[in-house]
């Protein structure tokens, strides 16, 4: 069964710091996996999806990074500003979990103060 | 619209009663979904349709929650004899791949609140 998990759960840095957040998962089988952000009270807002045969993606100042055989994913925030705060929510597409549904891993809760 | 469109955004119901909550996805997307959010979560996966037909059922939690999609656009999910435990923000989401693989766009989500 596909487990998805992020680390850490929440995150609180002063503005123009680099970030990392981890997600992790247990089935490295995976179709693709997709990065979301979730403003408090709003749905999810994809920003970026990996395929299984990439190794990362880019867009603006976020970078995500793939490596299957480890079952891990990192998101990298660059210069980090206030407006980035959110929860960024990980999910994985599976061959195990059915290959059609999105296994979400609980966010983390990033919160950028100037 | 340009985005998933999902009414009503709130909904307070009582105990027992019957709920009905809609889903209208980006026009062309053959592939929708409804998950489940609860507080500090992430989402739960509840239905997934290719077109007018349920491909994977299999997170409904139980036979008072059932879904449609008539047409091949617009769904809704239906919970009957709602319980306090059905609270929760309800999320559809379409891609626009057949396969069901692709990118997922969500909408707003709508909030049920049982009493």
């Known amino acids: 069964k596909q487990e998805v998990t992020q680390i850490p759960a929440a995150l609180s840095v002063p503005e123009g710091e680099n970030l990392v957040l981890n997600c992790s998962f247990t089935d490295s089988a995976i179709y693709n996996l997709q990065w979301f952000r979730q403003d408090p009270g709003k749905g999810l807002t994809s920003l970026l999806l990996i395929q299984s045969s990439q190794r990362e993606q880019t867009s603006g100042r976020l970078n995500a990074s793939l490596d299957k055989s480890s079952g891990r994913s990192t998101l990298y925030i660059a210069a980090s500003q206030p407006g980035d705060s959110a929860t960024y929510l990980c999910?994985?597409?599976?061959?195990?979990?059915?290959?059609?549904?999105?296994?979400f891993g609980a966010g983390t809760r990033l919160a950028v103060h100037p | 619209g340009a985005g998933v469109s999902q009414t009503p955004s709130n909904k307070v119901t009582e105990k027992g009663k019957y709920v009905e909550l809609r889903c209208d996805p980006i026009s062309g997307h053959t592939a929708l979904y409804w998950y489940r959010q609860s507080l500090g979560q992430g989402p739960e996966f509840l239905i997934y349709?290719?077109?007018?037909?349920?491909?994977?059922d299999s997170g409904l939690p139980n036979d008072r929650f059932f879904a449609v999609r008539p047409e091949g656009s617009v769904s809704t999910l239906k919970i009957q004899r709602t319980e306090r435990g059905d609270s929760a923000v309800y999320l559809c989401?379409?891609?626009?791949?057949?396969?069901?693989?692709?990118?997922?766009?969500f909408g707003e989500g709508s909030r049920l609140t049982v009493l």
């Open positions: 999910a994985v597409r599976s061959f195990s979990g059915g290959y059609n549904k999105l296994i």
């Open positions: 349709f290719q077109g007018t037909g349920a491909a994977d």
């Open positions: 989401a379409s891609s626009p791949e057949r396969t069901g693989t692709g990118e997922l766009f």
